[in-house]
C-alpha cells in the first residue's frame, strides 16, 4: 500500500516525468544529429556516422523503456492494430534474416549503408516511442527539432551550390552531383528537406507567433525551394508537395469571407513551393535571395491582416446578395487554379518526362531485378540489403551495356 501522504505516489510520479523529459532529449538529439553529423575522416563519410549515431540513440531509447517497464512492472501497450502491425513487421525482419544467405548483410545492411533488419526494427522503437509521448505531452520540441535540422540541411545545400563550401570534397566522396548536403546524396537530402517543409508552413501560418518569426519562416521556404531545385531530386520535389496539404487545411479552418482571404494568402507560397523546384534549374543568387526576401515580407503582410480577423468567425449565415458573391469568387479562384496548374504543368512536361525516362527507367529495371530475386527466393527473398550480390547476374544485357561500370547497385528509391 501506497503511504497515506502520497509521498510515493509524487516520488514514482517524479521519476516517470523526469524519464520522459530524458526520453524527450534523446529524440531531440536523434532528429537533430543523424541528418547533419558527418566525418569527413571515415571510409564512407555520411554513411556510417549517422547510422552509428542513429543506433546509439535508439538504442538509449529502448533501453530506457526497458528500464522503465522493468522498475514499475507496467508494458505500456498502444492501439490494437499499431501493436499487431508492429508485430507482423518483427515477424518479418526476423524470417528474413534468418533465411537469407547473408544474415550478417541482412542484420546490419553494412555494405548498403546499414540498413538491415536491425535498423528497421530500431525504427520501430521510434515510431512506438514518439507515439507513447504524443499521448502524454506536446510534441512540439520535436517538430521544431525537425525544424532546426531541415535548416541546416537547406543551409548546407545553399552553400554547395552557390560555391561557398567550406570543405573540399575528392571524388571518392561524392555519390552524385556537386549538391548533397549533410545527407551526402541528393536524393536523400531532398527527400528530408521535401517531408519536413510542411512543417515550416505550419509556422508560417501560426498566428500565435511573432509577424518577425513568421516571416523569418516564409523567408526560408523560398531557400528552401531553391534548395530543392539544385537538388534536383524528382522524388524530393514530389513529397515537398505535402506543404500544400497544410495549406489547404489553414484555409479550410477559416470561415467565411476569410476563408477567400486565406486561400488569397496561400496561394503564392503554393506557387513557390511547387514552380520553383520544379520548373527552374538553380536560380542565381540574387533571384534566390528576391524570392526569399518577396516571401517574408509577403508573409508579414499576411500576418497583419490575419490579425483583424475575429477570433470566431462564421457563426452567422451570409445573405444571398453575399453567398452569391462568394460563389462567383470560388468558382473563379477554382477556374484561375486549374487553368494556371493546368499551364505549368504543360511548361514543366519536358523535365517530368526527362525524369521519368531517365530516373524511373533505371527503376523499373531494379524492379525487374528484384521480382527475378523472388522467383528463385519465394516469400522470403535474398535477405534485406542483399539485393547488389544478385544485381550484376540478374541484370539485363541491355542495362549492362548502357552501364558497363556499374557492377552494384540498391533499389533505395523504390
Same mark, same amino acid.
Given at each position: 500500500r501506497m503511504p497515506k501522504n502520497g509521498f510515493g505516489s509524487s516520488t514514482s510520479g517524479l521519476a516517470r516525468l523526469n524519464a520522459d523529459v530524458v526520453e524527450g532529449g534523446v529524440l531531440c538529439a536523434l532528429v537533430l544529429a543523424v541528418p547533419t553529423v558527418f566525418l569527413r575522416g571515415a571510409i564512407t563519410t555520411f554513411d556510417a556516422p549517422q547510422a552509428a549515431l542513429f543506433a546509439v540513440l535508439a538504442l538509449t531509447v529502448l533501453a530506457?523503456?526497458?528500464?522503465?517497464a522493468v522498475s514499475t512492472g507496467l508494458v505500456e501497450r498502444g492501439p490494437r492494430p #499499431?501493436? /499487431?502491425?508492429s508485430s507482423a513487421l518483427v515477424v518479418a525482419l526476423v524470417l528474413t534474416w534468418v533465411t537469407s544467405g547473408q544474415p550478417w548483410v541482412s542484420l546490419t545492411g553494412a555494405t548498403v549503408r546499414y540498413a538491415g533488419a536491425l535498423s528497421y526494427g530500431l525504427c520501430l522503437v521510434l515510431l512506438h516511442a514518439v507515439f507513447r509521448s504524443a499521448r502524454r505531452g506536446s510534441v512540439e520540441p520535436l517538430l521544431a527539432t525537425f525544424v532546426v535540422?531541415?535548416?541546416?540541411?537547406?543551409?548546407y545545400a545553399l552553400l554547395q551550390a552557390y560555391g561557398l563550401d567550406p570543405f573540399t570534397w575528392g571524388e571518392g566522396n561524392l555519390y552524385?552531383?556537386?549538391?548533397?548536403s549533410t545527407l551526402g546524396n541528393p536524393n536523400f537530402s531532398s527527400a528530408f528537406i521535401g517531408l519536413t517543409l510542411a512543417l515550416l508552413v505550419r509556422y508560417q501560418f501560426?498566428?500565435?507567433?511573432? #509577424?518577425? /518569426?513568421?516571416?523569418?519562416?516564409g523567408a526560408a521556404i523560398g531557400a528552401s525551394s531553391v534548395a530543392l531545385s539544385y537538388l534536383g531530386s524528382f522524388q524530393g520535389q514530389v513529397v515537398s508537395l505535402t506543404a500544400l496539404g497544410v495549406m489547404a487545411v489553414w484555409a479550410s479552418q477559416q470561415r467565411g469571407w476569410y476563408r477567400?482571404?486565406?486561400?488569397?494568402?496561400?496561394?503564392p507560397v503554393g506557387v513557390v513551393v511547387v514552380a520553383v523546384p520544379v520548373l527552374t534549374n538553380g536560380p542565381g543568387l540574387p533571384t534566390a535571395l528576391t524570392l526569399m526576401i518577396a516571401l517574408g515580407t509577403w508573409t508579414a503582410l499576411m500576418g497583419v491582416r490575419q490579425r483583424r480577423w475575429p477570433l470566431r468567425v462564421g457563426l452567422d449565415s451570409p445573405g444571398l446578395p453575399q453567398r452569391r458573391v462568394r460563389r462567383g469568387l470560388i468558382g473563379g479562384l477554382t477556374i484561375g487554379g486549374v487553368a494556371i496548374g493546368v499551364a505549368g504543368f504543360v511548361t514543366a512536361w519536358p523535365r517530368i518526362s526527362d525524369d521519368l525516362t531517365g530516373g524511373l527507367g533505371r527503376r523499373v529495371e531494379f524492379w525487374k531485378i528484384s521480382l527475378s530475386i523472388f522467383r528463385e527466393h519465394p516469400l522470403v527473398g535474398g535477405g534485406l540489403e542483399t539485393y547488389p550480390a544478385y544485381f550484376t547476374r540478374l541484370r539485363s544485357v541491355d542495362q549492362a551495356v548502357e552501364f558497363e561500370s556499374v557492377l552494384s547497385d540498391s533499389p533505395h528509391s523504390v
Open positions: 530506457g523503456r526497458i528500464f522503465r #499499431l501493436s /499487431a502491425t535540422a531541415h535548416g541546416v540541411v537547406v543551409g552524385v552531383g556537386e549538391v548533397f501560426d498566428s500565435r507567433l511573432p #509577424l518577425i /518569426a513568421r516571416s523569418i519562416f477567400l482571404e486565406a486561400l488569397a494568402a496561400a496561394a
